[in-house]
C-alpha cells in the first residue's frame, strides 16, 4: 500500500456538485468510507443540497449508476464508493478489474470525472485499515473529487476560450475579401 499521498490542498468546494455512488455490499465498510468522505466534503464548503448519494447493492452495479449520474452533466465529479475483499476464488479480482475498467470509460466518455474509490484488498483487516482505520481513504476520495471538479471547470472555461478564439477567427476569415479585391469573399489560402 502506497503511503505516498499526494500533499493536500484546500479546496473551496461551495458551488460544486457531487453525485456519490456507494455499495451496500460490505456496508459497514462502505459506510465508513461515505462519511469520511461527506465528511471532508463539508469541510470544504460543499452544500449537503449539492451532494446526491445513491444505493447499489454491490460493486458491480456502480459503473452503471456512475454513468447515468454523469451522463446529466449536473455534477462536477462523481465518487465511486465499494469493497471489495478476496475470498476462496478470483471473483474479487475480476470485479475489480472490470469496475475500474468501467469507471474510467463512463469519465472519458461523459467527460465527468469519476473518482474510483472501490477499495480491493485481500483481507477483511486491510478493508478495516483503509475505511475505518488510520488510511482515511474516504477523505482522499473526496479530496481527489474536489480537486478534479476544479481541473475540470477550468479546462472547460479553457476550451470554451478556445472555441470562441477560432469562432472570432472564422468570423474573420469569412470577411476577407482575396488578394487585391479579386474573388470577393473566398480565402485563396483554404483548400
Not at 474479487?92 to 477499495?119: C, F, K, M, W, Y
Not at 484488498?121 to 474536489?146: D, I, M, P, V
Not at 478556445?162 to 480565402?187: C, Q, V, Y
Amino acid at each position: 500500500m502506497s503511503e505516498d499521498l499526494p500533499h493536500p490542498t484546500d479546496f473551496e468546494g461551495t458551488g460544486y456538485r457531487f453525485g456519490i455512488v456507494a455499495s451496500r455490499f460490505n456496508q459497514r465498510l462502505v459506510d465508513d468510507l461515505l462519511e469520511r468522505c461527506l465528511r471532508t466534503l463539508d469541510e470544504a464548503g460543499v452544500h449537503e443540497e449539492d451532494i446526491e448519494t445513491v444505493r447499489v447493492p454491490g460493486a458491480h452495479e456502480i459503473p452503471y449508476v456512475a454513468a447515468m449520474l454523469a451522463k446529466g452533466w449536473e455534477f462536477d465529479a462523481v465518487i465511486a464508493l465499494g469493497v471489495v475483499v478476496g475470498g476462496d476464488t478470483s471473483h474479487h479480482e475480476v470485479i475489480a478489474e472490470s469496475t475500474s475498467t468501467a469507471l474510467q470509460r463512463v469519465a472519458i466518455d461523459t467527460e465527468i470525472p469519476v473518482i474510483n474509490g472501490i477499495i480491493t484488498t485481500q483481507t477483511r483487516e486491510q478493508a478495516e485499515a483503509r475505511c475505518s482505520g488510520k488510511h482515511n481513504r474516504g477523505r482522499e476520495f473526496a479530496l481527489g473529487a474536489l480537486e478534479m471538479a476544479e481541473i475540470k471547470r477550468r479546462l472547460i472555461q479553457r476550451l470554451d476560450e478556445i472555441e470562441a478564439m477560432n469562432a472570432e477567427s472564422k468570423s474573420d476569415d469569412d470577411d476577407w475579401t482575396g488578394l487585391s479585391g479579386d474573388d470577393p469573399g473566398k480565402n485563396p489560402w483554404k483548400l
